[in-house]
């Protein structure tokens, strides 16, 4: 009996290893289209917008999620899928197949897949054709620009949200989120100024694509205190009376935790 395209869903989720995986189970026919690519409206279909209600479910920067693709996606559709009316777009993690031509939205693109593969259970046929991570970087110039990455999952024991987050802290170092946190500060300098919490500083890494993935909020409080410490910005300490941290003369003690660091303002 042929496979379904329900059943190659049900076993991505279950490949996914977490609760928080989206299935894109929009077929090509039904992807949603811009009228001209500067226009912030899109047309979609039926599929399209049943997406978008599933994607909100998990549209609140509570942890990370993983998206995951039955096709590989055009640049555009891809950014619409993951950004276009996202709060929290850099908090989902874009996996596709490893084929970017494979479409497993249609029985014949199933059909064929499983012939070719020997593929006669689903969770066999995804763990063969599974997975591209596509995530986002900023050059240079300040543009977007995708990357991909390979995920092994010949372990039979492997699962995409365990891959993934082996990969995460090689892809984004502490260094990383040092250099955008710095960045940052010198050009929107309003996002961390003005009496916000400190904890404030993480919420770029869960909204902004082009941003180190937030898988350890540790690294951000780790470079807000190197910044705070090389006097490139400043502290103030609610819990004593308001008291300011400005390095290099007057850093933050190393014993004050990220806890409490978190609730101080700038």
């Given at each position: 009996m042929a496979l379904s395209r329900d059943e190659i869903s049900a076993a991505l989720r279950r490949l996914a290893g977490t609760e928080r995986a989206l299935i894109y189970d929009v077929a090509?026919?039904?992807?949603?289209?811009?009228?001209?690519p500067t226009t912030p409206f899109v047309r979609g279909s039926k599929d399209w917008w049943s997406f978008i209600e599933r994607r909100r479910a998990l549209d609140d920067g509570?942890?990370?999620?993983?998206?995951?693709?039955?096709?590989?996606?055009?640049?555009e559709e891809r950014l619409i899928a993951v950004n276009w009316g996202c709060a929290f777009a850099n908090s989902f993690l874009v996996v596709e197949p490893s084929d970017p031509w494979l479409d497993l939205t249609t029985p014949a693109g199933i059909a064929d897949f499983a012939s070719k593969n020997g593929s006669t259970a689903a969770d066999g046929l995804v763990r063969n054709a599974?997975?591209?991570?596509?995530?986002w970087i900023r050059d240079e110039s300040g543009e977007l620009e995708s990357r991909d990455a390979v995920l092994d999952l010949t372990n039979p024991s492997a699962t995409l949200w365990g891959t993934i987050w082996e990969r995460l802290p090689g892809t984004f170092p502490a260094a990383a989120f040092l250099s955008s946190l710095t960045l940052l500060n010198?050009?929107?300098?309003?996002?961390?100024?003005?009496?916000?919490?400190?904890?404030?500083?993480?919420?770029?890494?869960l909204t902004r694509l082009g941003l180190p993935i937030l898988y350890d909020a540790r690294h951000v409080m780790q470079g807000v205190r190197q910044l705070v410490n090389a006097g490139l910005a400043f502290v103030q300490d609610p819990e004593d009376n308001d008291r300011v941290y400005q390095g290099p003369h007057d850093p933050l003690p190393a014993d004050i935790p990220d806890e409490r660091l978190a609730l101080m303002r700038r």
């Open positions: 090509e026919d039904d992807a949603p289209r811009r009228s001209a509570a942890d990370l999620n993983l998206l995951v693709s039955l096709r590989g996606l055009s640049v599974y997975a591209q991570w596509i995530y010198m050009r929107e300098a309003e996002l961390f100024t003005g009496g916000h919490e400190v904890a404030r500083s993480i919420m770029p890494f």
